[in-house]
Structures are given as C-alpha cells and as structure tokens.
C-alpha cells in the first residue's frame, strides 16, 4: 500500500506544452506539498495545502497552479513549459497544519524533462 | 527566517568508517529537527527527529542530538555500510509560518566497499 502516490514517475514534453502531475496520499493526513528539485539536488518548497485550502505560495511563476480536488489529493498543473522546469518535483503529506513536530511523507517523485 | 546549513559534499568513505554530517541552524520559534535520507531514485524518508533540547534521534545504527547552545544536530554513524549510499538532509519545522520545513541543501554520501 503506498502511502504517498505520484503519477506519471516520468514525463518527456515539448517546450510550450501544458500537463499535470497528480499526486494522492491515503495516510489521512490533511497538509500536502509540492517540491521541486533542482539537478543539484536542492529542494525547495512550492505550494502547501491544508484540507483544500492553500496554505503556502513560495514565489513561483505563475504557469504553475496547484489544485486540491479533496484533502487526499493535490495536483500540479504546469502552463506553458520552459527548459527551466525540468527537474523533479516531489509531493509530501504531513498529519496536521502547522504542526512543528510531524513528520512529512514524500511520493517516489515525478521527472520532467522538458525538450 | 529560519535557515539550515550542512556539510558540503561529496562525501566518500570507505565500508566500516565513522560518519559525521554536520548542520546548524538558525530559527526563530523552537523547531523540531530531522534528518531524511534520498536513495538513489527515490522520495526522501524520514531517517530520524528530535522535537526539543538535548533530545537524541536514532535508526538504523544513526544518530543526531538537538543542541540547542550551538543551533545544531549533526548526524552521526559509527560504521557505515555501502547500503548507506545516499542524499541526507537536514530539516528543521516549527510553528511559525504554517509550520513550513526548510531543508538544508543535502549532502552525498558514497560508501566504497
């Protein structure tokens, strides 16, 4: 049973095109994220959700707009793709907002490449 | 804001030897520490916390104390294995500001048989 799931684990588009990373967490937990991770590994935060609400907007272009259809689910939607996205993006969910102490829980990852 | 920084990499050892990443940080509530680790290919997991002063983290023969007089919680193997082959980051998470994470920039870790 995964905890955190992503989909697609990979994805190879053409500059321009618009698509979707969909990411689901069956842990019942209410926050979810979204990462990216650069070719250096550096991780940084982009969105957070709290039982559908957003929560955190990190200075992100504004091609990309996340959208929480419930609290199990947190979806990316990337407009218009430059070469500069191509990384990794990460989702995570932790148990509660706000909470200091919780552990987060990452899916395996999603990586675009962008051509 | 709050910061974390750790130990440049790569790190490259050989199986047995004695590990040490290091990471401080600076914060401005009381946060909760952690470790997690990213295997090649993989989403990062939580490899160990500490949630207040002076308490000890461990798993998997790793350890890190929260110390709050020098901001830090380095991370600490006694003998390596090459299975422990991977990204670590440091994180620390506390209340302020929706309880965002910041992760230091990861350090790797190649073990040689």
């Known amino acids: 049973d995964t905890a955190v799931s992503q989909t697609p684990k990979y994805l190879v588009t053409q500059m321009g095109n618009d698509k979707s990373i969909k990411c689901e967490q069956n842990?019942?937990?209410?926050?979810m994220y979204w990462y990216k991770q650069d070719s250096k590994k550096f991780l940084k935060i982009m969105f957070s959700y709290n039982n559908k609400e957003l929560i955190i907007n990190e200075t992100v272009p504004n091609r990309f707009s996340p959208k929480s259809p419930d609290k199990a689910h947190l979806n990316l939607h990337i407009n218009s793709l430059e070469l500069g996205d191509s990384a990794v993006y990460f989702c995570?969910?932790?148990?509660?907002?706000?909470?200091?102490?919780?552990?987060?829980?990452f899916g395996p990852g999603t990586r675009l490449t962008v051509l | 804001g709050n910061s974390v920084t750790q130990m440049e990499g790569p790190v490259t050892l050989s199986e047995e030897a004695f590990l040490t990443i290091n990471c401080t940080y600076t914060a401005t509530g009381y946060p909760s520490l952690f470790w997690y680790v990213q295997y090649p290919g993989e989403g990062l997991q939580l490899l160990l916390k500490?949630?207040?002063?002076?308490d000890k983290g461990s798993n998997k023969g790793f350890e890190a104390t929260y110390r709050k007089e020098t901001t830090s919680f380095h991370l600490e193997k006694g003998s390596v294995q090459v299975s422990d082959s991977a990204v670590y980051f440091c994180a620390l998470s506390d209340l302020t500001n929706a309880g965002k994470s910041t992760f230091g920039d990861g350090t790797t870790l190649t073990v040689k048989p």
């Open positions: 995570a969910s932790s148990r509660r907002r706000g909470a200091g102490t919780d552990t987060q829980y």
């Open positions: 500490a949630t207040k002063a002076d």
């Open positions: 842990l019942g937990h209410d926050t």
